[in-house]
Nanobody, 122 residues
Framework: QVQLVESGGGLVQAGGSLRLSCAAS????????MGWFRQAPGKEREFVAA????????YYAGSVKGRFTISRDNTKNTVWLQMNDLKPEDTAVYYC???????????????WGQGTQVTVSS
């Protein structure tokens, strides 16, 4: 059974940085993608970033492009999300997810972590 475990969330002031980690276990990922999504109170879950396991192609939501960087280590089945210049509107629960296809659509992600809270104070 696939398990995804996120870590690295917390409270940070606006302009600060956080690095989220997502460790996957239960299978070896060699294709498809890993993605990060977030959900703020009262809002729908939204796409943040994704990276393909194969070529390492990255995708970003417009709201985070230039501030967030997604990376992965295939040998460790781990994905990171480096978040810089954080803004109060980045406050949300962040989820990592795994898909067998390369996509930015949450509907295609089969496995999800439990989420980690990121709070950015102004």
């Amino acid at each position: 059974q696939v398990q995804l475990v996120e870590s690295g969330g917390g409270l940070v002031q606006a302009g600060g940085s956080l690095r989220l980690s997502c460790a996957a276990s239960g299978r070896t990922f060699s294709s498809g993608a890993m993605g990060w999504f977030r959900q703020a109170p009262g809002k729908e879950r939204e796409f943040v970033a994704a990276i393909s396991w194969g070529a390492g192609v990255t995708y970003y939501a417009g709201s985070v492009k230039g501030r967030f960087t997604i990376s992965r280590d295939n040998t460790k089945n781990t994905v990171w999300l480096q978040m810089n210049d954080l803004k109060p509107e980045d406050t949300a629960v962040y989820y990592c997810a795994a898909s067998t296809v390369v996509t930015m659509s949450a509907a295609w992600y089969n496995y999800w972590g439990q989420g980690t809270q990121v709070t950015v104070s102004s």
